[in-house]
């Protein structure tokens, strides 16, 4: 079992930039994909971005290429959500969770371990 701690979230203007992590403890954090997700209020959750297992491969939502990309740092177990150019949109809830594999069209049902998320609120 992997346990997922998100952090960096917080209030900033449209335009801002944040990065948000998600470190991981617990099984071996490297053999995993991992993904972002979000969920706005009366919204269902649904994918920001994932990266796959070493790294190679990553996935982006139409709504964040350009703007979001992820990274991960194996030697500290945590995986980053850079986000620049923040719009109001972007608000919600952020999280993360592992995957054993990074399918070609990610989904949530596919990832497990959820962190508990952290708040992302852009102000216009």
């Known amino acids: 079992q992997v346990q997922l701690v998100e952090s960096g979230g917080g209030l900033v203007q449209a335009g801002d930039s944040l990065r948000l992590s998600c470190a991981a403890s617990g099984r071996t954090f490297s053999l995993y994909a991992a993904g972002w997700f979000r969920q706005a209020p009366g919204k269902e959750r649904e994918i920001v971005g994932a990266i796959s297992e070493t790294g190679g491969r990553t996935y982006y939502a139409d709504s964040v290429k350009g703007r979001f990309s992820i990274s991960r740092d194996s030697a500290k177990d945590t995986v980053y959500l850079q986000m620049n150019s923040l719009k109001p949109e972007d608000t919600a809830v952020y999280y993360c969770?592992?995957?054993?594999?990074?399918?070609?069209?990610?989904?949530?049902?596919?990832?497990?371990?959820w962190g508990q998320g952290t708040q992302v609120t852009v102000s216009s």
């Open positions: 969770a592992v995957s054993a594999y990074l399918q070609r069209d990610p989904r949530p049902s596919q990832f497990g371990s």
